[in-house]
């Protein structure tokens, strides 16, 4: 039997240990990135926000994702939401925040929201394994003088070009109001334009992740998929439509929910993004209306495309760009 002393022991198993990491390490970024994505739960509107994020929660947990993010309209930074934000929290991984126009409903500031979510600043970057994902704040003044601010100001433009530059990792962002149609991002085509001048370079822009429009689609434009994520509560139909379609009760204690045709079942999604194959994958969620549809109401095809408009966030898979 061969004698080996102590230090040549350790000394081997320090370079076994330190070599298995490395291995370790280098598996963990060529596998696949998965994360759970989930909008515009609307804890303010609907009466079961608790109870659609949960099953969320746990999904994504059982799932073992790498991170989860939500992309607005979650909830306003009062007190009586800390229930709700002590469910996201449960998650054991880590946890995203983008801001969306109804967080600051009732007065409240941007800064105050994104504190009250732990968010590190309005607008801010991460990566994870081998994506870089930039975060953008779209409620910013400087478009229309009415209504709801859906802006990116030239700081925040700034910003996101220094960004860009610097990343070394292709690029996922993520907003809460679209960039590639009239009804997100006033300034869309400025933003877009800088997206687009990635594409040639080491770090390009592969997706844009966004909610806001409760609708369910993939648009490419020039060369990059913009993703629609649909609601986790209801399509918005406004006052003309409005009715009932929960107890006379539960629309006296949500005023609001009349003007929705909400969603039986929470939608969400888990996105895998595939380097190696060049490919982002789309696994959500189908479920039914609570009442009438839409178009039972008397909403028109033109006004709610139904390949569009559904209670559903459709499977999905897109090239990328590398």
Known sequence: MTNISRRTFLATSSCVVTLSALVTQAQDQMAPLRFGVITDLH????????????????????ANVDFICQLGDFCIPKPANRPLMEIWNSFPGPKYHVLGN????????????????GMPARYYAFSAKGVRFIVLDGNEPGGQKSGYARYIDKDQISWLKVELEKSIEPVIVLIHQPLETDSGIENHAEIQKILEGTLSTKAPVLAVLAGHLHQDYVRPVNGIPYIQINSAAYHWMGDKFAHESYSPEIHKQHPHLKSTCPYQDPLWAIVTVDLSGRTLKIDGRKTTWVGQSPWELGATEKSHPREIVRPEVSQQQVSLIR
Not at 43 to 62: V, Y
Not at 102 to 117: I, N, V, W
């Open 102 to 117: 109804h967080d600051m409903d009732g007065g409240f500031k941007p800064e105050t929201t994104a504190k009250f979510y």
């Open 43 to 62: 804890q303010d509107i609907i009466p079961d926000a608790s109870n659609r994020l949960r099953a969320f929660i746990e999904a994504m947990t059982l």
